[in-house]
């Protein structure tokens, strides 16, 4: 499997819909776990006040993370392969749990 970073571009309004979709995508990944694996993922503020993120799966191919997005009603056609990692540090406490 190789690494992808995913961005989600403002799906959510608010934390309640963010936390559906965390459920739904556990699930759903637990289905697919022979083609896709959820790392990580980071909320972000958008300049319009929704919630995207930035998120990191490992997967056989794009479109395992395309139907992973249109199963748990969040598509991004925003996918890129990652070249590498460099690590510095752990990731701090998070801000909220998602």
């Known amino acids: ?8 571009h403002g799906i959510w309004s608010n934390e309640d819909e963010l936390a559906a979709t965390n459920e739904k995508s556990l699930r759903v990944g637990e289905d697919m776990k022979d083609r896709l694996r959820w790392i990580r993922s980071y909320a972000v503020t958008e300049e319009d006040g929704r919630i995207g993120s930035v998120c990191i799966y490992e997967a056989s191919d794009r479109e395992a993370i395309r ?23 752990d990731d701090p406490e998070p801000v909220m749990a998602v």
Do not use: F, N, Q
């Open 1 to 8: 499997m190789d690494l992808y970073i995913i961005r989600r």
């Open 67 to 89: 139907e992973h997005g249109r199963r748990i009603g969040a598509p991004s056609e925003d996918i890129r392969l990652a070249r590498g990692t460099a690590v510095k540090r």
